[in-house]
């Protein structure tokens, strides 16, 4: 299958730094997402990895090794507008980009 | 740029009639487009996959005389339900691939809430 494993919620600091793991099925990957999605809106892009190393874009950075079908996405200096789910979504080699979506992470994050 | 629109944003319909979705690329062409669901608290379930001009192509489990998918132009999109049901209530959003050569990044319509009473 194309198994996405991510935890289902976190909660952190406002302030401090929060890592949200993501493994996936390493056979047909290609590349693999992040999104941000506040509830009961779209999806909006946050990151996209192909090779293997961290990507660092302001406060949130991304990091992902090929070979052991892992990321992580990093979040730092939380603020609470960062409260959201985090979803981890993989594209799959293939005719059409075809992206399967992990179930997403619902970060909350307190004072 | 790269924004996708949608429309309705909600619509409420009595079980038994059919609902359009339209999902517009606004200021690109759009190679491909995605249509997704996502019930609540549940992460987007790939619906299926159109390319303009040919059929779509309907991931396992999902009914293609239900969802009917129409591809007219690389800026247009749009999805049927047909004789909608209360199990068809459902956040729907549409996405659009690009062919920028940078990577394939997919671009999200801002999504369509359906409730069927």
């Known amino acids: 299958g194309q198994n996405i494993d991510q935890p289902t919620e976190m909660t952190a600091t406002e302030g401090a730094i929060v890592q949200i793991n993501c493994t996936y099925q390493?056979?047909?990957?290609?590349?693999l997402f992040w999104y941000q999605q506040h509830a009961g809106e779209a999806p909006t892009f946050l990151s996209y990895?192909?090779?293997?190393g961290l990507e660092e874009k302001g406060r949130f950075s991304s990091f992902l090794s090929r070979s052991k079908g892992y990321s992580y996405l990093l979040l730092k200096e939380l603020q609470m507008k960062d409260s959201a789910s985090y979803l981890c979504?993989?594209?799959?080699?293939?005719?059409?980009?075809?992206?399967?979506f992990g179930i997403g992470t619902k970060l909350q994050v307190i004072p | 740029g790269a924004v996708v629109s949608q429309h309705p944003s909600r619509v409420i319909c009595k079980s038994g009639t059919s609902v359009k979705i339209e999902c517009r690329s606004l200021?690109?062409?759009?190679?491909?487009m995605f249509w997704y669901r996502q019930f609540p608290k549940k992460s987007l379930m790939l619906m299926a996959t159109s390319n303009e001009g040919s059929k779509a192509t309907y991931e396992q489990g999902v009914e293609k005389d239900k969802f009917l998918i129409n591809h007219a132009s690389l800026t247009l999109s749009t999805l049927t339900v047909t004789s909608a049901h209360p199990e068809d209530s459902s956040f729907y959003i549409c996405?659009?691939?690009?062919?920028?050569?940078?990577?394939?990044?997919?671009?999200f319509g801002p999504g369509t809430r359906l409730t069927v009473l």
């Open positions: 200021d690109f062409q759009a190679t491909t």
């Open positions: 990895n192909v090779l293997d």
């Open positions: 979504a993989v594209v799959w080699a293939g005719g059409y980009q075809k992206v399967t």
């Open positions: 390493t056979s047909g990957f290609n590349g």
């Open positions: 996405s659009a691939d690009t062919d920028r050569p940078s990577y394939n990044e997919q671009f």
